[in-house]
């Protein structure tokens, strides 16, 4: 998906139709994000062949770089917001109760849930049914289940 969309992307770039972008039409598209400086480091650390242009694998060296790096922080902010949730403890053996989730909800201002209630929505996402929810259930609820 991600070299589909690069490749939509690589071709609206490519201005004049020679199969590579040139910093000129790289800053033209980046203009309100990035400064001319920063485009150019961009282009330098990804133009393998230092032709000074970005052709079409470059370009989705890049793309797929920046995918990674997306993904890495979506990862990171995930963790970030179990650890919210989950209970006490340190590591793998985290995992959010139906006591962290009350708690947690509580803190947030919802109003006060009753533990039969935090079980109902744990147990909705809760794949090995042990009654608690693991990182991987969390992600999965938080990506198949609420976006």
């Not at 989730?101 to 049914?129: K, V």
Request: hydrophobic content about 45%; aromatic content about 6%; overall charge negative.
């Amino acid at each position: 998906m991600v070299a589909m969309v690069a490749s939509s992307l690589f071709a609206a770039l490519d201005k004049d139709g020679d199969g590579k972008v040139s910093a000129a039409e790289l800053r033209g598209c980046m203009a309100a994000a990035l400064g001319e400086e920063e485009t150019a480091a961009i282009l330098a650390a990804v133009d393998a062949d230092g032709d000074g242009f970005l052709n079409r694998e470059e370009f989705l060296s890049l793309a797929h770089e920046a995918a990674e790096a997306d993904e890495d922080g979506r990862h990171r902010c995930l963790r970030e917001a179990f650890g919210l949730y989950a209970g006490e403890g340190e590591g793998e053996g985290r995992c959010i109760t139906p006591a962290s989730l009350r708690r947690m909800l509580s803190r947030l201002g919802s109003p006060q849930l009753g533990m039969e209630e935090c079980r109902a929505m744990i147990c909705r996402f809760d794949l090995n049914g042990d009654g608690v929810l693991s990182f991987d259930e969390f992600r999965v609820m938080m990506h198949d289940g609420l976006m």
